[in-house]
């Protein structure tokens, strides 16, 4: 079963689109048929703008389940992430910041219990520079070189390093694509 929460980052600054690409998937992915709240402050969206339709439902995101809250702050957006996470089946993303006062262990830790305690997922997105949490997984994620045919595009594909995980062994690397139509990862190896 996915982990009750997650975090994802970015292996360096130019591949933030990367780790938002997987969060994403993983939301896709660990929500099946549920809720995908997704929660961030106004100002993460000023550098590549605000997500686009048609370009969330080419990727896999069925628009009917998708519900964002633009937050005036980074504490406005996680208080929205724990307070969606009380709703049954719910799949929970926040993107996180970097800003003068980080994220701290008793930030993740709340939202760790929430979800536990409500049998929902969350998924954080650290454009910070994460530090102690209590999330059962952390992921360093990049992009990896797209296998399409001829001049098509192909699937969205991420190198993907596991430097955490509290349900066995860390360490590991991994080259997956983003099938959007089963959402599901694939092993591009």
Excluded: Y
Excluded at 47 to 65: H, M, N
Excluded at 142 to 157: V, Y
């Amino acid at each position: 079963a996915p982990a009750p929460l997650t975090e994802i980052m970015p292996a360096s600054p130019g591949d933030h689109a990367a780790a938002l690409g997987f969060a994403l998937s993983w939301a896709i992915a660990a929500a099946k048929d549920a809720v995908i709240f997704w929660a961030a402050a106004e100002r993460d969206f000023f550098e590549d703008g605000l997500p686009d339709a048609e370009g969330l439902g080419q990727f896999g995101v069925s628009l009917d389940r998708l519900l964002m809250a633009r937050t005036n702050s980074q504490m406005d957006a996680l208080w929205a992430a724990e307070e969606a996470l009380k709703t049954p089946e719910t799949v929970a993303l926040c993107a996180i910041s970097a800003s003068k006062k980080p994220l701290n262990l008793t930030a993740t830790r709340r939202l760790l219990l929430t979800a536990e305690r409500h049998r929902t997922r969350c998924i954080l997105l650290r454009l910070d520079a994460a530090g102690a949490s209590a999330a059962w997984s952390r992921w360093r994620i990049s992009a990896a070189p797209s296998a399409g045919e001829g001049r098509e595009l192909g699937a969205p594909s991420f190198a993907a390093h596991l430097l955490r995980s509290r349900a066995g062994p860390s360490g590991q690397s991994f080259n997956l694509n983003w099938d959007s139509v089963n959402h599901a990862f694939l092993s591009a190896d």
